[in-house]
């Protein structure tokens, strides 16, 4: 925080103008403190301090002849802002820091990889749904193989059957036709319910 003015040219001038008056009114402390920063070669300080005593002797009765004010002195002046010093780290919380950084840095790692396992997917991942596949694929080859080699049998029965009902093939034909096909209907019905029964289950 700002705490003084780098006094200009102007300051200089004019307060050595004003010091160098004869019959200065200016008290004893404030001379002291205006040559002191006078005599400083290189860029001087001035503190708000003695700028306000500066400005309230500018300002007194005896003053009022005086053509300055203090904003004209310090119109080619600037303020001086002190250079922060970091006090160092404690090493300790540092590295408690780091810790808890790197603990944190765990925690979310863990977090998104929590469903990543690859022993879990060797055992229950890709393998297992490639043999439910296989599994499923089997299921449906016996259904339809078991439907048409009943199908098949309930027209062969029917048709070898009938030879002693008919004598003529057409209405032997016929006969097995409409057997197979009934007992067809009967297979694709307890499918269809055992299927939905299935799929019911949770």
């Given at each position: 925080?700002?705490?003084?003015?780098v006094?200009?040219?102007?300051?200089?001038?004019?307060?050595?103008?004003?010091v160098?008056?004869?019959?200065?009114?200016?008290?004893?402390?404030?001379?002291?403190?205006?040559?002191?920063?006078?005599?400083?070669?290189?860029?001087?300080?001035?503190s708000?301090?003695?700028?306000?005593?500066?400005?309230?002797?500018?300002?007194?009765k005896?003053?009022?002849?005086?053509?300055f004010?203090?904003?004209?002195?310090?119109?080619?002046?600037?303020?001086?802002l002190?250079e922060v010093?970091?006090?160092?780290?404690?090493?300790?919380?540092?590295?408690r820091?780091?810790?808890?950084?790197?603990?944190?840095?765990?925690?979310?790692?863990n977090?998104?990889?929590?469903?990543?396992?690859t022993?879990?997917?060797n055992?229950?991942?890709?393998?297992?749904?490639?043999?439910r596949q296989?599994?499923?694929v089997?299921?449906?080859?016996?259904?339809?193989?078991?439907?048409?080699?009943t199908?098949?049998?309930?027209f062969?029965?029917?048709?070898?059957?009938?030879?002693?009902?008919?004598?003529?093939?057409?209405?032997?034909?016929?006969?097995?036709?409409?057997?197979?096909?009934?007992?067809?209907?009967?297979?694709?019905?307890v499918?269809?319910?055992?299927?939905?029964?299935?799929?019911?289950e949770?």
């Amino acid at each position: 925080m700002a705490s003084s003015f780098v006094v200009g040219d102007q300051f200089r001038n004019k307060v050595t103008e004003l010091v160098e008056k004869t019959g200065s009114p200016l008290p004893q402390r404030l001379r002291e403190e205006v040559e002191e920063i006078l005599m400083k070669p290189g860029p001087a300080t001035l503190s708000f301090s003695t700028a306000r005593k500066l400005k309230k002797y500018l300002q007194d009765k005896d003053f009022l002849g005086h053509p300055f004010f203090l904003h004209e002195l310090l119109e080619d002046s600037s303020l001086h802002l002190p250079e922060v010093v970091k006090p160092p780290r404690n090493p300790e919380l540092v590295a408690r820091l780091e810790r808890i950084k790197t603990k944190l840095a765990n925690e979310e790692y863990n977090r998104i990889t929590r469903n990543v396992n690859t022993q879990e997917i060797n055992r229950n991942g890709t393998l297992a749904d490639f043999g439910r596949q296989v599994r499923s694929v089997k299921a449906v080859v016996v259904t339809v193989f078991n439907f048409l080699v009943t199908v098949v049998a309930a027209f062969a029965c029917s048709y070898m059957g009938s030879q002693y009902l008919f004598t003529e093939t057409t209405a032997r034909v016929i006969s097995a036709v409409i057997a197979a096909s009934v007992v067809g209907l009967a297979e694709l019905y307890v499918l269809v319910r055992t299927m939905e029964g299935e799929l019911g289950e949770p």
